[in-house]
């Protein structure tokens, strides 16, 4: 736990940010009953007063302006300064990246204890900052930590470009858009249920007809391109 004089006290968290991890995460401390004070760029006092009485500050800005911010306000270097990008690597501030996506609406109470955090090793233990998050945590070693990130974005992000191209071309052929949602869902689910064998369909029997007739039936050529790299790379 952070060290404040010679007593232990509930650690206070200084939040910087407006944004939606910030919004979450201030949702989820109030839920927790747990201090915290935010500045942002609206407010109308410097960062630092604001923050004098935090004893660890929370940096949720975008990553590109993390390393500068705390260049700018030198003092903050004085308590522990937490970021949770997953792929930012910078000496004045350590990782703790919530594996998890933000969306503008607040989840359900009973989700947010459940996200894991991966936490950047070598310094501060997911302890030493969250004692009292019930919250799932990992170490990664600071040299995995690149192609962490990079996976989370192919298992996150893509899925979610091709379900919008998709949903795209169902609306052009007179298909309601949210026609394919159970589908998508009972993936996820038999997924995690069961990753082994999970997989089903034409890429899963190796039906290189089936495959062939669906290549040439995409006149995305943004779609037939993404359709051939998965045919050679998976099959």
Not at 23 to 28: A, D, E, K, M, T
Not at 82 to 88: A, R
Not at 176 to 191: H, L, M, T
Request: hydrophobic share 40%.
């Amino acid at each position: 736990m952070v060290e404040v004089g010679f007593m232990k006290k509930p650690i206070t968290y200084g939040m910087i940010g407006s944004g939606r991890v910030a919004r979450h995460l201030q949702h989820y401390f109030d839920l927790l009953h747990i201090p915290f004070v935010v500045w942002d760029r609206q407010t109308q006092t410097n960062v630092e007063p604001v923050m004098e009485h935090a004893d660890v500050i929370l940096v949720l800005i975008k990553d590109d302006a993390i390393e500068s911010f705390l260049q700018n306000h030198p003092l903050l270097l004085q308590k522990p300064c937490i970021h949770f990008s997953g792929s930012l690597q910078i000496q004045n501030a350590q990782s703790f990246h919530p594996l998890c996506n933000f969306t503008d609406a607040l989840y359900s109470d009973d989700f947010y204890p459940k996200i894991p955090f991966v936490v950047e090793k070598g310094r501060h233990t997911f302890s030493d900052i969250f004692p009292t998050l019930p919250n799932p945590h990992y170490e990664i070693a600071p040299e995995h930590q690149k192609l962490y990130h990079a996976l989370c974005v192919i298992a996150g992000n893509f899925p979610t470009l091709l379900w919008q191209t998709c949903q795209n071309h169902f609306e052009k052929i007179n298909l309601p858009k949210d026609i394919f949602y159970p589908y998508i869902e009972n993936i996820a689910k038999q997924f995690i249920q069961n990753p082994e064998n999970a997989l089903t369909g034409p890429f899963a029997r190796k039906d290189s007809k089936t495959i062939a007739s669906n290549e040439a039936s995409l006149e995305d050529s943004q779609l037939k391109e993404i359709y051939t790299v998965f045919k050679k790379s998976f099959l």
